[in-house]
């Protein structure tokens, strides 16, 4: 795998030089490299300028594909190599301010157990921390990743659903169809306005309500509380829907699919094990079908 590896560096660099300093070889061998890559697939995957790289649309499919099973190989590798070795240091973590109380921070304990040798130095925020300029091992995110700068492994989807309560149905009334959603009192934080996806394709319906806050968890508690309609993601207000304090609106709609949880890092290469353990601890405990989504009527 070779020159495909060749070609997943140079995209992560960003630029063919880049890709040579950090693999040590020479600018002529890396693009050598990637012509032999193209001449057998027979298309071309990058376009290349004197200073930088853009990737075509066959380029962008192959790097895809390519990183999943590069990745794939390191960790087949790595759990074969692992043994009993003893993982030790300090392990920097950025997650989301909520999803990291509520799924990560209850979890550490156990992962604690696991590897006594390490110490976790674990950071909410809600900003995309500089992974790399701010010294971060790894960083929850939940989001559509098209950043091909960083390693991104995929650990759990994430449905976002309109949600109300029913005091606030009985009170306004239900919507029955997307363009009602204007006429409703609509929550968010830090927008003005929601990307919807539905049967009937896409919808950009504006927020205007009578509450602006920049915390997500004022809009939890607000739309718990009956004050309108919000979207939600199931890992937030699961329970909620269990016991009935809230009910799904228009379940057709919701944020985009390709949006989800994951665990992003500088590079594969190299991986730390420190890295390489908690995020495979969290694949572990959220998993495809993750606990948060049981006993949910998802579309």
């Not at 693999?23 to 032999?36: D, E, F, N």
């Amino acid at each position: 795998m070779g020159d495909l590896d060749t070609f997943a560096q140079v995209v992560a660099a960003g630029s063919m030089s880049a890709a040579g300093r950090d693999m040590g070889l020479s600018t002529a061998v890396i693009s050598k490299r990637i012509r032999r890559l193209e001449e057998r697939l027979g298309v071309r995957l990058l376009q290349r300028t004197t200073r930088q790289i853009t990737l075509t649309e066959a380029g962008h499919g192959l790097y895809e594909r390519a990183v999943a099973i590069l990745a794939s190989v390191e960790e087949a590798e790595a759990w074969v190599a692992r043994g009993s070795a003893e993982v030790r240091g300090v392990l920097k973590v950025s997650a989301p301010t909520s999803f990291g109380r509520m799924h990560v921070a209850p979890r550490l304990l156990t992962f604690l157990q696991r590897h006594p040798g390490l110490t976790v130095d674990f950071n909410l925020t809600d900003e995309f921390v500089d992974v790399v300029g701010q010294g971060f091992d790894v960083a929850v995110r939940i989001a559509d990743l098209a950043d091909s700068s960083l390693v991104a492994r995929r650990l759990a989807p994430n449905h976002r659903l309109l949600v109300a309560a029913p005091a606030y149905l009985e009170r306004a009334g239900t919507p029955a169809h997307i363009d009602d959603l204007p006429h409703h009192t609509l929550l968010a934080h830090n927008t003005d306005h929601w990307r919807l996806e539905g049967p009937d394709g896409q919808h950009v319906v504006r927020i205007n309500a009578p509450l602006r806050t920049n915390s997500s968890e004022v809009v939890r508690e607000a739309v718990i509380a009956g004050m309108g309609v919000a979207l939600r993601s199931t890992w937030d207000i699961g329970p909620e829907l269990r016991d009935g304090s809230l009910r799904a609106v228009l379940p057709g709609y919701g944020a985009s699919r390709r949006v989800a949880v994951y665990a992003v890092y500088p590079s594969r290469r190299h991986l730390e094990q420190k890295v390489r353990v908690f995020v495979d601890y969290l694949a572990e405990i959220f998993g495809p079908t993750p606990y948060w989504d049981e006993g949910l009527a998802l579309s």
